[in-house]
């Protein structure tokens, strides 16, 4: 029902209500998360408006985490949101791992590899099982040189049927 309302009052130019009603749809189906995300990032403005979408407390974390990966880190004007999303997520839920998980992708790509490996050594800790875990350390030890140390790790470590673990040997074999 909020979601339906946010869009009749986006489409009526009331964009700051809209905005409102999505945080409502969010507090009432966090499964909305992904659709809020999409429509909070065409309607707002500024970072301000985004905020206006998002739950307050650890409610808020699931639609921050999906608000970071929906915006690419490449886009000049909003990229650097992605990263204030994340560590917001974070802060409000410690053991969310899907935005820890995409934290440490980013600090890899960026060349922050201490930051990559304490997040990491806390991706580990909050969720033991998570299984972009073994990928991501392999993916840390090439990211320092040690690449064939992380062929191997890989090799041996990830799980038969991870596609994405036993790409990324490939990829480091190349």
Do not use: Y
């Not at 890899?108 to 990928?135: C, I, K, Q, S, Y």
């Not at 040690?146 to 790409?167: G, K, M, V, W, Y």
Request: aromatic share 2%; charged share 30%; hydrophobic share 45%.
């Amino acid at each position: 029902m909020h979601l339906l309302l946010a869009e009749t009052l986006a489409r009526r130019g009331a964009r700051s209500q809209a905005l409102l009603h999505l945080r409502l749809a969010t507090e009432h189906e966090p499964g909305l998360a992904p659709s809020v995300a999409r429509l909070a990032l065409a309607w707002a403005k500024d970072l301000d408006d985004v905020e206006r979408a998002v739950p307050e407390h650890q409610g808020g974390a699931v639609l921050l985490s999906r608000l970071a990966v929906t915006l690419s880190p490449k886009d000049p004007e909003r990229g650097p949101w992605r990263r204030r999303f994340l560590e917001d997520a974070l802060t409000r839920d410690p053991t969310l791992g899907s935005a820890r998980v995409t934290l440490i992708r980013d600090l890899l790509r960026e060349g922050a590899t201490e930051a990559a490996a304490e997040h990491l050594a806390r991706l580990r800790a909050t969720d033991p099982g998570n299984v972009h875990a073994v990928e991501l350390e392999g993916s840390l030890l090439a990211a320092r040189g040690e690449q064939q140390a992380a062929i191997a790790f890989l090799l041996e470590r990830c799980p038969r049927r991870d596609s994405t673990c036993l790409r990324r040997a490939v990829e480091l074999s190349a």
